[in-house]
Protein backbone atom coordinates (compact mmCIF):
# COMPACT_ATOMS: atom_id res chain seq x y z
CA UNK A 1 0.00 0.00 0.00
CA UNK A 2 1.42 3.22 -0.87
CA UNK A 3 2.13 5.71 2.07
CA UNK A 4 2.49 8.99 0.24
CA UNK A 5 -0.54 10.59 -0.83
CA UNK A 6 -0.93 14.11 -2.90
CA UNK A 7 -4.17 15.52 -3.21
CA UNK A 8 -5.99 17.39 -6.02
CA UNK A 9 -8.84 19.91 -4.58
CA UNK A 10 -11.12 20.26 -7.44
CA UNK A 11 -12.56 24.05 -7.39
CA UNK A 12 -13.94 22.71 -10.60
CA UNK A 13 -10.94 23.43 -13.29
CA UNK A 14 -11.22 21.35 -16.47
CA UNK A 15 -7.63 19.53 -16.20
CA UNK A 16 -8.08 18.23 -12.61
CA UNK A 17 -7.71 14.81 -13.25
CA UNK A 18 -5.25 15.33 -15.32
CA UNK A 19 -2.96 17.00 -12.44
CA UNK A 20 -3.73 14.22 -10.69
CA UNK A 21 -2.37 11.86 -13.42
CA UNK A 22 0.84 14.02 -13.68
CA UNK A 23 1.33 13.61 -9.82
CA UNK A 24 0.92 9.74 -10.44
CA UNK A 25 3.18 9.74 -13.40
CA UNK A 26 5.57 11.34 -10.89
CA UNK A 27 5.39 7.57 -8.76
CA UNK A 28 3.30 9.35 -5.93
CA UNK A 29 -0.15 8.73 -5.15
CA UNK A 30 -2.96 10.89 -6.11
CA UNK A 31 -6.38 11.65 -5.79
CA UNK A 32 -8.90 14.38 -7.05
CA UNK A 33 -11.39 15.45 -4.08
CA UNK A 34 -14.20 17.86 -4.32
CA UNK A 35 -12.96 20.96 -2.49
CA UNK A 36 -16.35 20.55 -0.32
CA UNK A 37 -13.85 17.93 1.46
CA UNK A 38 -13.32 19.36 5.18
CA UNK A 39 -10.41 20.16 6.86
CA UNK A 40 -10.37 17.28 9.37
CA UNK A 41 -11.68 15.19 6.71
CA UNK A 42 -8.43 16.23 4.67
CA UNK A 43 -6.09 16.06 7.56
CA UNK A 44 -7.64 12.41 8.38
CA UNK A 45 -5.44 11.32 4.98
CA UNK A 46 -2.27 12.54 6.27
CA UNK A 47 -1.69 14.32 2.21
CA UNK A 48 2.53 15.63 1.93
CA UNK A 49 1.00 17.78 -0.33
CA UNK A 50 -2.16 19.55 -1.63
CA UNK A 51 -2.87 20.83 -5.11
CA UNK A 52 -5.77 23.34 -5.74
CA UNK A 53 -7.01 23.41 -9.27
CA UNK A 54 -8.16 26.26 -11.68
CA UNK A 55 -11.60 26.99 -12.26
CA UNK A 56 -14.25 29.06 -14.30
CA UNK A 57 -14.50 31.38 -11.40
CA UNK A 58 -13.25 34.70 -10.36
CA UNK A 59 -12.62 35.08 -6.11
CA UNK A 60 -15.30 37.44 -6.19
CA UNK A 61 -18.11 35.74 -7.35
CA UNK A 62 -20.76 35.32 -4.90
CA UNK A 63 -21.06 31.80 -5.60
CA UNK A 64 -17.56 30.91 -6.71
CA UNK A 65 -15.69 28.14 -4.43
CA UNK A 66 -13.97 28.88 -1.49
CA UNK A 67 -11.65 27.18 1.10
CA UNK A 68 -10.99 28.15 4.72
CA UNK A 69 -8.24 29.95 5.89
CA UNK A 70 -6.57 27.77 8.68
CA UNK A 71 -5.67 25.05 5.16
CA UNK A 72 -2.99 27.27 4.64
CA UNK A 73 -1.58 26.97 8.37
CA UNK A 74 -1.41 22.65 8.56
CA UNK A 75 2.06 22.87 7.46
CA UNK A 76 0.99 20.69 4.35
CA UNK A 77 2.70 22.06 1.44
CA UNK A 78 0.26 23.81 -1.13
CA UNK A 79 0.35 24.06 -4.86
CA UNK A 80 -2.14 26.44 -6.22
CA UNK A 81 -2.75 26.60 -10.06
CA UNK A 82 -4.85 29.64 -11.96
CA UNK A 83 -8.13 29.91 -9.99
CA UNK A 84 -6.03 27.68 -6.96
CA UNK A 85 -3.58 30.85 -7.26
CA UNK A 86 -5.84 33.57 -6.77
CA UNK A 87 -8.17 31.90 -3.95
CA UNK A 88 -4.54 31.85 -2.01
CA UNK A 89 -3.61 35.16 -2.64
CA UNK A 90 -6.87 36.49 -1.87
CA UNK A 91 -7.32 34.07 1.28
CA UNK A 92 -4.08 35.36 2.41
CA UNK A 93 -4.78 39.13 1.81
CA UNK A 94 -3.16 39.52 -1.59
CA UNK A 95 -4.94 41.22 -4.19
CA UNK A 96 -7.03 39.79 -6.92
CA UNK A 97 -8.08 41.52 -10.33
CA UNK A 98 -9.54 41.33 -14.02
CA UNK A 99 -6.66 41.52 -15.50
CA UNK A 100 -5.79 44.66 -18.11
CA UNK A 101 -4.88 42.10 -20.59
CA UNK A 102 -6.48 38.10 -21.05
CA UNK A 103 -3.82 35.92 -21.80
CA UNK A 104 -4.96 32.40 -23.46
CA UNK A 105 -2.56 29.78 -24.57
CA UNK A 106 0.99 29.71 -25.03
CA UNK A 107 2.90 32.58 -23.39
CA UNK A 108 6.73 33.34 -22.91
CA UNK A 109 7.05 33.26 -19.23
CA UNK A 110 10.25 34.72 -16.78
CA UNK A 111 11.36 32.48 -14.11
CA UNK A 112 13.18 32.62 -11.34
CA UNK A 113 15.06 29.65 -11.33
CA UNK A 114 16.25 29.81 -7.71
CA UNK A 115 12.96 28.93 -6.25
CA UNK A 116 12.80 24.93 -5.49
CA UNK A 117 9.60 24.68 -8.20
CA UNK A 118 11.81 25.97 -11.11
CA UNK A 119 14.99 24.42 -10.59
CA UNK A 120 16.20 23.58 -13.54
CA UNK A 121 13.73 24.99 -15.75
CA UNK A 122 15.11 27.67 -18.39
CA UNK A 123 15.03 31.20 -17.52
CA UNK A 124 12.17 31.91 -20.05
CA UNK A 125 10.16 28.56 -20.65
CA UNK A 126 6.52 28.37 -22.72
CA UNK A 127 4.00 28.02 -20.49
CA UNK A 128 -0.12 28.03 -20.97
CA UNK A 129 -2.37 30.29 -19.46
CA UNK A 130 -6.01 31.00 -19.73
CA UNK A 131 -6.82 33.24 -17.23
CA UNK A 132 -8.93 36.78 -17.14
CA UNK A 133 -8.57 37.52 -13.33
CA UNK A 134 -4.96 37.89 -12.48
CA UNK A 135 -3.01 38.43 -8.95
CA UNK A 136 -2.21 42.16 -8.64
CA UNK A 137 -0.65 42.19 -4.99
CA UNK A 138 0.97 38.77 -3.42
CA UNK A 139 -0.06 38.58 0.58
CA UNK A 140 2.29 39.65 3.15
CA UNK A 141 5.29 37.12 3.10
CA UNK A 142 5.12 35.64 -0.70
CA UNK A 143 7.52 37.19 -3.47
CA UNK A 144 7.21 36.70 -7.05
CA UNK A 145 8.86 34.36 -8.81
CA UNK A 146 7.72 34.63 -12.29
CA UNK A 147 5.89 37.12 -14.98
CA UNK A 148 5.45 37.68 -18.20
CA UNK A 149 4.73 41.30 -19.84
CA UNK A 150 1.38 41.15 -19.13
CA UNK A 151 0.95 39.03 -15.83
CA UNK A 152 3.32 40.53 -12.99
CA UNK A 153 2.56 37.76 -10.87
CA UNK A 154 2.93 34.76 -13.47
CA UNK A 155 4.15 32.76 -9.78
CA UNK A 156 4.32 33.34 -6.42
CA UNK A 157 5.73 31.47 -3.03
CA UNK A 158 6.02 31.92 0.58
CA UNK A 159 8.55 28.91 0.88
CA UNK A 160 9.03 28.82 4.56
CA UNK A 161 5.22 28.44 5.13
CA UNK A 162 5.75 25.85 1.78
CA UNK A 163 2.82 27.74 -0.31
CA UNK A 164 3.24 28.24 -3.87
CA UNK A 165 0.86 29.30 -6.82
CA UNK A 166 1.17 29.34 -10.75
CA UNK A 167 -0.96 31.64 -12.94
CA UNK A 168 -0.32 28.91 -15.78
CA UNK A 169 -1.11 25.35 -16.31
CA UNK A 170 1.68 23.30 -15.39
CA UNK A 171 -0.47 19.90 -15.90
CA UNK A 172 -0.57 20.75 -19.68
CA UNK A 173 1.29 19.83 -22.42
CA UNK A 174 1.83 22.85 -23.78
CA UNK A 175 3.34 23.86 -20.73
CA UNK A 176 7.05 22.63 -22.02
CA UNK A 177 8.27 21.94 -18.50
CA UNK A 178 5.32 21.85 -16.60
CA UNK A 179 6.82 17.92 -15.26
CA UNK A 180 9.60 19.02 -13.96
CA UNK A 181 7.81 22.02 -12.16
CA UNK A 182 4.89 19.30 -10.34
CA UNK A 183 8.36 17.16 -10.33
CA UNK A 184 9.60 19.84 -8.00
CA UNK A 185 6.97 20.62 -6.18
CA UNK A 186 6.00 16.65 -5.14
CA UNK A 187 9.71 15.97 -4.71
CA UNK A 188 11.60 18.80 -2.97
CA UNK A 189 8.73 20.88 -1.71
CA UNK A 190 6.70 18.06 -0.51
CA UNK A 191 9.19 15.42 0.38
CA UNK A 192 7.83 12.56 -1.44
CA UNK A 193 10.04 9.68 -2.26
CA UNK A 194 8.08 8.25 -5.05
CA UNK A 195 6.86 4.67 -3.49
CA UNK A 196 3.76 4.52 -6.30
CA UNK A 197 3.86 2.23 -9.14
CA UNK A 198 0.96 0.89 -11.54
CA UNK A 199 1.35 -2.25 -9.27
CA UNK A 200 0.88 -0.34 -6.05
CA UNK A 201 -2.77 0.97 -7.33
CA UNK A 202 -3.36 -3.29 -8.31
CA UNK A 203 -2.06 -4.07 -4.59
CA UNK A 204 -4.03 -1.07 -2.99
CA UNK A 205 -7.34 -1.57 -5.10
CA UNK A 206 -7.17 -5.67 -4.47
CA UNK A 207 -7.33 -5.02 -1.04
CA UNK A 208 -9.97 -2.08 -0.51
CA UNK A 209 -12.20 -4.09 -2.90
CA UNK A 210 -11.81 -6.97 -0.11
CA UNK A 211 -12.95 -4.69 2.74
CA UNK A 212 -15.53 -3.17 1.13
CA UNK A 213 -16.93 -6.40 -0.52
CA UNK A 214 -16.19 -9.17 2.23
CA UNK A 215 -17.89 -12.16 1.38
CA UNK A 216 -20.85 -10.78 -0.65
CA UNK A 217 -21.64 -11.66 -4.09
CA UNK A 218 -20.18 -9.30 -7.42
CA UNK A 219 -21.51 -9.02 -10.76
CA UNK A 220 -18.99 -7.61 -13.28
CA UNK A 221 -20.30 -6.21 -16.25
CA UNK A 222 -17.94 -7.96 -18.83
CA UNK A 223 -17.68 -6.35 -22.51
CA UNK A 224 -14.11 -8.17 -23.15
CA UNK A 225 -12.93 -4.66 -24.11
CA UNK A 226 -10.08 -3.54 -21.84
CA UNK A 227 -11.61 -1.53 -19.45
CA UNK A 228 -13.98 -4.24 -18.08
CA UNK A 229 -11.74 -7.04 -18.65
CA UNK A 230 -8.99 -5.04 -16.51
CA UNK A 231 -12.04 -4.67 -13.77
CA UNK A 232 -13.34 -8.42 -14.17
CA UNK A 233 -9.20 -9.76 -13.69
CA UNK A 234 -8.80 -7.26 -10.27
CA UNK A 235 -11.96 -8.58 -9.11
CA UNK A 236 -11.67 -11.99 -9.96
CA UNK A 237 -7.75 -11.82 -7.91
CA UNK A 238 -10.24 -10.01 -5.19
CA UNK A 239 -12.78 -11.83 -4.26
CA UNK A 240 -12.49 -15.16 -6.56
CA UNK A 241 -15.28 -17.40 -6.51
CA UNK A 242 -17.77 -14.58 -5.32
CA UNK A 243 -17.52 -12.93 -8.27
CA UNK A 244 -19.45 -13.91 -12.00
CA UNK A 245 -18.92 -12.04 -15.47
CA UNK A 246 -22.08 -11.37 -17.19
CA UNK A 247 -21.62 -10.74 -20.88
CA UNK A 248 -24.16 -9.24 -22.91
CA UNK A 249 -24.57 -10.14 -26.41
CA UNK A 250 -26.44 -7.00 -27.48
CA UNK A 251 -26.66 -7.50 -31.25
CA UNK A 252 -24.58 -4.72 -31.86
CA UNK A 253 -20.71 -6.21 -31.59
CA UNK A 254 -18.42 -6.42 -34.40
CA UNK A 255 -18.36 -9.50 -36.54
CA UNK A 256 -17.36 -12.79 -34.29
CA UNK A 257 -16.70 -10.55 -31.39
CA UNK A 258 -19.23 -12.48 -29.20
CA UNK A 259 -17.65 -16.31 -29.75
CA UNK A 260 -14.32 -14.32 -29.56
CA UNK A 261 -15.32 -13.15 -26.08
CA UNK A 262 -16.34 -15.75 -25.24
CA UNK A 263 -13.27 -17.95 -26.11
CA UNK A 264 -10.93 -15.78 -23.96
CA UNK A 265 -12.87 -15.37 -21.10
CA UNK A 266 -15.19 -17.86 -20.98
CA UNK A 267 -14.68 -21.44 -19.49
CA UNK A 268 -12.05 -22.40 -22.03
CA UNK A 269 -10.18 -19.36 -21.24
CA UNK A 270 -7.32 -18.59 -18.31
CA UNK A 271 -9.29 -16.79 -16.56
CA UNK A 272 -11.40 -18.09 -13.28
CA UNK A 273 -14.64 -15.53 -13.98
CA UNK A 274 -17.88 -17.60 -13.95
CA UNK A 275 -18.45 -16.56 -17.38
CA UNK A 276 -22.26 -15.97 -18.57
CA UNK A 277 -22.91 -15.11 -21.95
CA UNK A 278 -26.56 -13.63 -22.55
CA UNK A 279 -27.35 -13.42 -25.89
CA UNK A 280 -29.85 -10.67 -26.37
CA UNK A 281 -29.43 -9.70 -29.57
CA UNK A 282 -33.05 -9.26 -30.46
CA UNK A 283 -34.33 -7.64 -27.06
CA UNK A 284 -32.41 -4.43 -28.20
CA UNK A 285 -33.31 -4.41 -31.88
CA UNK A 286 -36.88 -4.27 -30.79
CA UNK A 287 -36.43 -1.59 -28.27
CA UNK A 288 -34.34 0.51 -30.93
CA UNK A 289 -36.97 0.39 -33.39
CA UNK A 290 -37.83 3.13 -34.97
CA UNK A 291 -35.68 5.72 -32.42
CA UNK A 292 -32.97 7.52 -34.41
CA UNK A 293 -32.33 10.49 -31.41
CA UNK A 294 -28.03 9.44 -30.32
CA UNK A 295 -28.91 10.45 -26.76
CA UNK A 296 -32.22 8.23 -26.81
CA UNK A 297 -30.34 5.30 -28.38
CA UNK A 298 -27.15 5.54 -25.54
CA UNK A 299 -29.66 5.85 -22.90
CA UNK A 300 -31.86 2.45 -24.07
CA UNK A 301 -28.86 0.58 -24.36
CA UNK A 302 -27.27 1.36 -21.14
CA UNK A 303 -30.98 0.91 -19.14
CA UNK A 304 -31.25 -2.73 -21.14
CA UNK A 305 -27.83 -3.62 -19.75
CA UNK A 306 -28.89 -2.78 -16.38
CA UNK A 307 -31.98 -4.85 -17.20
CA UNK A 308 -30.17 -7.86 -18.00
CA UNK A 309 -27.75 -7.16 -15.40
CA UNK A 310 -30.89 -7.38 -12.71
CA UNK A 311 -31.96 -10.64 -13.92
CA UNK A 312 -28.98 -12.31 -13.90
CA UNK A 313 -28.09 -11.00 -10.42
CA UNK A 314 -32.04 -12.49 -9.83
CA UNK A 315 -31.13 -15.82 -10.98
CA UNK A 316 -27.74 -15.92 -8.94
CA UNK A 317 -29.28 -14.61 -6.07
CA UNK A 318 -28.11 -12.25 -3.40
CA UNK A 319 -26.06 -10.09 -5.39
CA UNK A 320 -24.97 -6.92 -3.49
CA UNK A 321 -22.50 -5.19 -6.41
CA UNK A 322 -22.52 -5.02 -9.46
CA UNK A 323 -18.74 -4.03 -11.27
CA UNK A 324 -18.12 -1.61 -14.71
CA UNK A 325 -14.67 -0.84 -15.92
CA UNK A 326 -15.91 2.82 -16.08
CA UNK A 327 -12.60 5.21 -16.55
CA UNK A 328 -11.99 8.39 -16.22
CA UNK A 329 -13.06 9.65 -19.91
CA UNK A 330 -16.48 8.51 -19.74
CA UNK A 331 -17.17 10.15 -16.38
CA UNK A 332 -16.04 13.66 -17.82
CA UNK A 333 -17.61 13.20 -21.06
CA UNK A 334 -21.02 12.51 -19.68
CA UNK A 335 -20.84 15.56 -17.82
CA UNK A 336 -20.64 14.18 -14.12
CA UNK A 337 -19.22 17.16 -12.05
CA UNK A 338 -19.28 20.46 -13.24
CA UNK A 339 -18.49 19.50 -17.28
CA UNK A 340 -20.93 20.14 -19.94
CA UNK A 341 -22.64 16.55 -20.98
CA UNK A 342 -20.89 15.39 -24.70
CA UNK A 343 -22.53 12.39 -24.58
CA UNK A 344 -23.75 9.47 -22.15
CA UNK A 345 -21.21 7.51 -21.86
CA UNK A 346 -23.56 4.18 -21.51
CA UNK A 347 -22.14 2.67 -17.86
CA UNK A 348 -22.35 6.45 -16.89
CA UNK A 349 -24.72 8.94 -18.18
CA UNK A 350 -26.59 6.49 -19.43
CA UNK A 351 -27.63 4.58 -16.09
CA UNK A 352 -31.58 4.05 -15.45
CA UNK A 353 -32.33 6.15 -12.07
CA UNK A 354 -33.38 2.86 -10.30
CA UNK A 355 -30.49 0.38 -10.68
CA UNK A 356 -31.62 -2.65 -8.30
CA UNK A 357 -27.85 -3.24 -6.67
CA UNK A 358 -27.02 -1.44 -3.40
CA UNK A 359 -23.75 -0.17 -5.06
CA UNK A 360 -22.30 -0.06 -8.27
CA UNK A 361 -18.62 -0.15 -7.81
CA UNK A 362 -16.17 1.29 -10.40
CA UNK A 363 -12.35 0.70 -9.19
CA UNK A 364 -10.91 2.23 -12.69
CA UNK A 365 -12.66 5.40 -12.37
CA UNK A 366 -9.82 7.77 -11.74
CA UNK A 367 -7.40 5.97 -14.39
CA UNK A 368 -7.13 7.05 -18.31
CA UNK A 369 -6.94 4.52 -20.76
CA UNK A 370 -3.27 4.29 -21.10
CA UNK A 371 -2.88 4.14 -17.42
CA UNK A 372 -6.16 1.14 -17.56
CA UNK A 373 -3.65 -0.40 -19.64
CA UNK A 374 -0.19 0.01 -17.35
CA UNK A 375 -3.10 -2.03 -14.71
CA UNK A 376 -3.83 -4.98 -17.26
CA UNK A 377 -0.22 -5.75 -17.80
CA UNK A 378 0.71 -5.57 -14.11
CA UNK A 379 -2.74 -8.27 -13.67
CA UNK A 380 -0.87 -10.47 -16.44
CA UNK A 381 -3.31 -9.57 -19.44
CA UNK A 382 -1.43 -10.32 -22.40
CA UNK A 383 -0.22 -7.41 -24.38
CA UNK A 384 -2.79 -8.33 -27.49
CA UNK A 385 -5.77 -8.35 -25.09
CA UNK A 386 -4.51 -5.07 -23.53
CA UNK A 387 -3.27 -2.90 -26.36
CA UNK A 388 -7.23 -4.07 -28.11
CA UNK A 389 -8.64 -0.85 -29.45
CA UNK A 390 -11.26 0.19 -27.45
CA UNK A 391 -14.69 -0.88 -28.45
CA UNK A 392 -17.78 0.97 -27.00
CA UNK A 393 -20.20 -0.60 -24.69
CA UNK A 394 -23.43 0.82 -27.02
CA UNK A 395 -21.44 -0.92 -29.80
CA UNK A 396 -22.37 -0.41 -33.64
CA UNK A 397 -25.29 1.32 -32.01
CA UNK A 398 -23.70 4.53 -31.96
CA UNK A 399 -21.72 3.61 -34.88
CA UNK A 400 -24.95 3.38 -37.25
CA UNK A 401 -26.33 6.89 -37.64
CA UNK A 402 -29.79 7.10 -36.97
CA UNK A 403 -32.32 3.77 -36.42
CA UNK A 404 -30.31 0.80 -35.78
CA UNK A 405 -31.99 -2.43 -38.00
CA UNK A 406 -30.57 -5.93 -38.13
CA UNK A 407 -29.84 -5.39 -41.62
CA UNK A 408 -27.71 -2.42 -40.81
CA UNK A 409 -25.33 -4.21 -38.41
CA UNK A 410 -24.54 -6.72 -40.39
CA UNK A 411 -23.88 -3.79 -43.15
CA UNK A 412 -21.42 -1.88 -40.83
CA UNK A 413 -19.87 -5.30 -39.54
CA UNK A 414 -19.04 -6.79 -42.88
CA UNK A 415 -17.21 -3.21 -43.85
CA UNK A 416 -16.02 -3.07 -40.40
CA UNK A 417 -14.09 -6.40 -40.64
CA UNK A 418 -12.75 -5.39 -44.49
CA UNK A 419 -11.29 -2.70 -43.18
CA UNK A 420 -9.98 -4.22 -39.99
CA UNK A 421 -8.14 -6.71 -42.30
CA UNK A 422 -7.04 -4.58 -45.28
CA UNK A 423 -5.24 -2.10 -42.17
CA UNK A 424 -3.56 -5.34 -40.76
CA UNK A 425 -2.97 -6.79 -43.58
CA UNK A 426 -0.60 -3.64 -44.38
CA UNK A 427 0.80 -3.39 -41.35
CA UNK A 428 -0.61 0.11 -40.53
CA UNK A 429 -2.06 -0.90 -37.43
CA UNK A 430 0.83 0.17 -35.06
CA UNK A 431 -0.01 3.64 -32.97
CA UNK A 432 -3.68 3.90 -34.26
CA UNK A 433 -5.86 4.67 -30.95
CA UNK A 434 -9.26 3.92 -32.80
CA UNK A 435 -10.56 2.63 -36.34
CA UNK A 436 -13.76 1.64 -37.21
CA UNK A 437 -16.14 1.63 -39.96
CA UNK A 438 -19.50 3.39 -39.39
CA UNK A 439 -22.79 3.53 -41.63
CA UNK A 440 -23.75 6.79 -42.40
CA UNK A 441 -27.34 7.38 -42.86
CA UNK A 442 -27.03 8.17 -45.81
CA UNK A 443 -28.08 7.25 -48.85
CA UNK A 444 -27.07 8.24 -52.29
CA UNK A 445 -27.17 6.78 -56.21
CA UNK A 446 -24.31 4.76 -58.22
CA UNK A 447 -23.85 3.01 -61.17
CA UNK A 448 -23.22 -0.95 -60.81
CA UNK A 449 -23.03 -3.29 -63.70
CA UNK A 450 -24.94 -0.46 -66.16
CA UNK A 451 -27.69 -0.80 -62.84
CA UNK A 452 -28.12 2.32 -60.88
CA UNK A 453 -28.45 2.00 -57.28
CA UNK A 454 -29.77 3.98 -54.53
CA UNK A 455 -27.44 2.64 -51.34
CA UNK A 456 -25.93 3.06 -47.91
CA UNK A 457 -22.56 5.40 -47.72
CA UNK A 458 -19.64 3.63 -45.44
CA UNK A 459 -17.15 6.36 -43.31
CA UNK A 460 -14.37 5.38 -42.27
CA UNK A 461 -12.36 6.39 -39.41
CA UNK A 462 -8.97 6.10 -38.00
CA UNK A 463 -7.52 8.66 -35.21
CA UNK A 464 -4.47 9.02 -33.48
CA UNK A 465 -4.58 9.32 -29.52
CA UNK A 466 -3.66 8.45 -26.48
CA UNK A 467 -6.35 10.12 -23.64
CA UNK A 468 -9.62 9.47 -26.06
CA UNK A 469 -10.37 13.10 -25.05
CA UNK A 470 -8.36 14.52 -28.12
CA UNK A 471 -7.71 12.93 -31.55
CA UNK A 472 -6.74 13.90 -34.89
CA UNK A 473 -7.77 12.22 -37.94
CA UNK A 474 -5.04 9.78 -39.03
CA UNK A 475 -3.28 10.38 -42.94
CA UNK A 476 -3.73 7.04 -43.76
CA UNK A 477 -2.17 5.49 -46.85
CA UNK A 478 -3.99 6.08 -49.95
CA UNK A 479 -3.62 2.74 -51.15
CA UNK A 480 -4.88 0.80 -48.34
CA UNK A 481 -7.84 3.47 -48.41
CA UNK A 482 -8.47 2.71 -52.19
CA UNK A 483 -8.00 -0.87 -51.20
CA UNK A 484 -10.95 -0.96 -48.48
CA UNK A 485 -13.73 0.88 -50.75
CA UNK A 486 -12.91 -1.12 -53.49
CA UNK A 487 -13.74 -4.37 -51.35
CA UNK A 488 -16.51 -2.62 -49.45
CA UNK A 489 -18.66 -1.99 -52.33
CA UNK A 490 -18.20 -4.78 -54.00
CA UNK A 491 -18.24 -7.23 -51.23
CA UNK A 492 -20.69 -5.36 -48.82
CA UNK A 493 -24.68 -5.87 -50.16
CA UNK A 494 -26.37 -2.38 -49.92
CA UNK A 495 -23.32 -0.19 -50.17
CA UNK A 496 -22.01 2.16 -53.11
CA UNK A 497 -20.17 4.71 -51.46
CA UNK A 498 -16.99 5.24 -48.79
CA UNK A 499 -15.49 8.10 -47.09
CA UNK A 500 -12.79 9.11 -44.70
CA UNK A 501 -13.29 11.11 -42.25
CA UNK A 502 -11.21 13.43 -41.92
CA UNK A 503 -12.27 15.58 -38.67
CA UNK A 504 -10.32 15.35 -35.44
CA UNK A 505 -11.96 15.38 -31.74
CA UNK A 506 -12.35 18.48 -31.04
CA UNK A 507 -14.29 19.43 -33.16
CA UNK A 508 -15.86 15.96 -33.44
CA UNK A 509 -15.92 13.54 -31.40
CA UNK A 510 -14.57 9.78 -32.22
CA UNK A 511 -17.74 8.03 -32.22
CA UNK A 512 -20.08 9.07 -34.39
CA UNK A 513 -23.24 9.82 -31.75
P1 LIG B 1 -15.94 9.87 -28.15
O1 LIG B 1 -16.85 9.37 -29.21
O2 LIG B 1 -16.68 10.48 -27.00
O3 LIG B 1 -15.24 8.59 -27.56
O4 LIG B 1 -14.86 10.77 -28.66
C1 LIG B 1 -14.13 8.61 -26.69
C2 LIG B 1 -13.77 7.18 -26.38
O5 LIG B 1 -14.80 6.60 -25.57
C3 LIG B 1 -15.39 5.51 -26.24
N1 LIG B 1 -16.82 5.59 -25.95
C4 LIG B 1 -17.44 4.81 -25.05
N2 LIG B 1 -16.97 3.80 -24.30
N3 LIG B 1 -19.13 3.52 -23.41
C5 LIG B 1 -17.84 3.15 -23.51
O6 LIG B 1 -17.44 2.19 -22.85
C6 LIG B 1 -19.67 4.52 -24.12
O7 LIG B 1 -20.86 4.82 -24.01
C7 LIG B 1 -18.77 5.19 -25.00
N4 LIG B 1 -18.94 6.23 -25.88
C8 LIG B 1 -17.71 6.45 -26.45
C9 LIG B 1 -15.06 5.69 -27.70
O8 LIG B 1 -15.06 4.46 -28.40
C10 LIG B 1 -13.69 6.30 -27.61
O9 LIG B 1 -12.70 5.33 -27.37
Avoid at 103 to 122: K, M, N, P, Q, R
Avoid at 341 to 353: A, E, F, R
Amino acid sequence: MAKEMVIVLDFGGQYNQLIARRVRECNVYCEVLPYTKTLDEIKALNPKGIIFTGGPNSVYDETSPHYEKAIFELGIPILGICYGSQLMAYTLGGEVATAPVSEYGHTDVEVDTTSVLFHDVADTTVCWMSHTDYIKEVPEGFHITAHTPVCPVAAMECAEKKLYATQFHPEVMHTKEGMKMLHNFVYDVCGCVGDWKMDSFVETTIKSLREKIGDGKVLCALSGGVDSSVAAVLLSKAIGKQLTCVFVDHGLLRKNEGDEVEAVFGPDGPYELNFIRVNAQQRYYDKLKGVTEPEAKRKIIGEEFIRVFEEEAKKIGSVDFLVQGTIYPDVIESGLGKSAVIKSHHNVGGLPDVVDFKEIIEPLRMLFKDEVRKAGLELGIPEYLVYRQPFPGPGLGIRIIGEVTEEKVKIVQEADYIYREEIAKAGVDKGLGQYFAALTNMRSVGVMGDFRTYDYAIALRAVNTSDFMTAEATQLPWEVLAKVTNRIVNEVKGVNRVMYDCTGKPPATIEFE
